[in-house]
């Protein structure tokens, strides 16, 4: 499971989560690996059955207000008790509240990192979880290219040569859109794979023979796109005679990508063969897919109940003669 350190909450600039760290150092070593927050109400109060390890801990006005209630003795033996029960992953005050000593005395006696913020704690939740979701998300990079091709996030594989750009390049030309050519970085978020250009060599491909050409310049912003769910896998292989290629289609195959398993067809490549074609096929293809229409399939049945029909009559002959 990815984590990441809680310095990099403090050290965040894209999610304006305004930290300040006011106690407990030491604990910026530690880590979180859930985007999940928690609000320690009732495990202030003893409750701590439901307390999760590893979590942001996000002391709002009410366990601040709680804190107040009790006598200087009992907020040490209260915050001992909380910090001791799991290995927490940090402490947030939110709404710029006055930060009680105790809290300060027990995190820095835990060596939990004690912050404060002054966003409100339905705020702060939202921006934390948001920065917690993208730092650990599953990542990695692909050597291919990804298309958004009638609406399907096509990601082409194949060796170095064997004419994935120049596929890409047609693609194009028929007024589908290039998301990312040479370098994929796929990224996991709910369940689904996400793959975007590399930010250096964004809306550019390389054609041999021409080298380095911008698609966007070229053909306009419509023929790019930020990012795409990638729905299928195409991998080019060159083609050999003496292998067995898929003919029916029957049986679905799969590829795993950052833990989730994508559709995958295997495609031979030979001269003659229209290859920017049945990529719009096999897009369309998966479209009626997704709507619980599996072509190789339905005609497998249909042709497994003609020859049932069939041995059936010879029977039905067979037996009357």
């Known amino acids: 499971m990815k984590s990441i350190r809680i310095s990099q909450l403090l050290e965040d600039q894209g999610h304006d989560l305004r930290l300040t760290l006011m106690a407990g150092a030491q604990g910026l070593k530690r880590t979180v690996d859930s985007s999940r927050i928690q609000k320690p109400g009732l495990a202030l109060a003893g409750f701590t059955e439901h307390l999760h390890p590893h979590r942001v801990q996000v002391f709002g006005n009410t366990e601040i207000s709680y804190l107040a209630t009790l006598p200087e003795d009992g907020q040490h033996a209260s915050l001992a008790k909380l910090f001791g029960e799991e290995d927490l992953a940090c402490v947030v005050v939110t709404k710029a509240l006055d930060v009680p000593r105790a809290l300060v005395d027990a995190c820095e006696a835990a060596g939990l990192a004690l912050m404060k913020t002054p966003l409100l704690s339905s705020e702060f939740i939202q921006r934390v979880q948001s920065f917690l979701e993208d730092a650990l998300t599953e990542s990695s990079s692909l050597h291919g290219v ?22 890409a390049l047609d693609l194009v030309m028929r007024g589908h859109r290039l998301v990312a050519d040479d370098i994929v970085d796929v990224t996991r978020r709910k369940g689904a794979v996400y793959g975007a250009g590399n930010p250096v060599i964004k809306h550019h491909m390389e054609i041999r023979g021409l080298g380095i050409i911008n698609i966007k310049d070229l053909f306009g912003v419509s023929a790019v796109r930020e990012q795409k769910k990638i729905e299928l896998v195409i991998e080019l292989q060159e083609w050999d005679p003496h292998q067995e290629y898929d003919r029916l289609g029957v049986e679905d195959k799969h590829l795993q990508i950052v833990g989730v398993d994508i559709p995958l067809s295997v495609v031979p490549v030979r001269p003659g063969r229209n290859m920017a074609t049945i990529v719009e096929v096999a897009a369309r293809n998966q479209l009626l897919k997704l709507q619980g229409h599996h072509s190789a399939r339905e005609f497998a049945e249909r042709l497994n109940r003609a020859i049932a029909q069939g041995a059936m009559r010879r029977t039905l002959g067979e037996e009357v003669e």
């Open 146 to 167: 990804l298309m958004d091709v009638f609406g399907v996030g096509i990601l082409l594989l194949g060796k170095s040569g064997i004419g994935k750009s120049e596929i």
